[in-house]
């Protein structure tokens, strides 16, 4: 079955620290992953996605994630961390047929402290 | 571009009694998610619509659990009777077709949590 794992469930970091959160799938085949985030009391929200190409893919807000097809690994990653980065993060991946829904990791608590 | 509307947001009911929740995803978009999101957990997938077809079902608990789409726009799930299990937010998801370079980027309405006592 297909499956989509996140390494960390809970990660606090300080202000400017670097960051990256593991995700690992086992999809056969062709792919697409996201990265989704959820602020407190929000919806969720895509990060950033990989469909082909470079695997190296930037999104939004400074985040990227680099596609390791050899490790089945799709890491989120961020140079600095801030404040408003406080969230819930969600590594997602489907079959790439076009008419699949999402699977979801377990997702990574966030907590940036000033 | 409005986004997808739930509603209600907040739902709290007994055991055993039924509830709804209704769903308008985002305008021209065919297909249509409802994920179950239990505390701690990432969104599973119930239902998958394609216009006002059930494309995948395979985790919806149908003896009581059932969902519809029945014009291919806005769609309800139902719960009767409720479990205490399943107290969760109910995430509503639309992406415009099964064309593969759209295939993916899901965009999510804000949910609605339902608490079972």
């Known amino acids: 079955a297909q499956s989509v794992s996140q390494h960390n469930h809970h990660v606090i970091l300080s202000e400017a620290a670097s960051l990256e959160l593991g995700c690992n799938y086992s999809y056969g085949g062709t792919v697409n992953l996201f990265w989704y985030v959820q602020y407190p009391g929000q919806h969720l929200q895509l990060l950033l996605k990989?469909?082909?190409?470079?695997?190296l893919v930037k999104g939004i807000k400074g985040f990227e994630a680099e596609f390791i097809k050899s490790k089945f690994s799709f890491n989120l990653r961020k140079p600095s961390v801030q404040w408003s980065d406080t969230a819930e993060y969600f590594c997602?991946?489907?079959?790439?047929?076009?008419?699949?829904?999402?699977?979801f990791g377990k997702g990574t608590h966030l907590i940036i402290q000033p | 571009e409005a986004g997808v509307a739930q509603s209600p947001r907040y739902k709290i009911i007994e055991k055993r009694q039924s509830v709804a929740f209704w769903c308008n995803p985002i305008?021209?978009?065919?297909?249509l998610y409802w994920y179950q999101q239990i505390l701690g957990q990432g969104p599973k997938l119930l239902i998958q619509f394609q216009n006002n077809g059930v494309v995948d079902d395979s985790q919806l608990p149908k003896d009581r659990f059932s969902a519809e789409r029945l014009k291919g726009v806005d769609s309800t799930l139902k719960i009767q009777p409720a479990k205490l299990e399943d107290s969760a937010v109910y995430l509503c998801?639309?992406?415009?077709?099964?064309?593969?370079?759209?295939?993916?980027?899901?965009?999510f309405g804000e949910g609605s949590r339902l608490t079972v006592l």
């Open positions: 998801a639309s992406r415009p077709g099964p064309r593969p370079f759209q295939a993916g980027e899901l965009f």
């Open positions: 997602a991946g489907d079959s790439g047929g076009g008419a699949d829904g999402l699977t």
């Open positions: 990989y469909f082909s190409g470079d695997p």
């Open positions: 305008s021209g978009h065919a297909t």
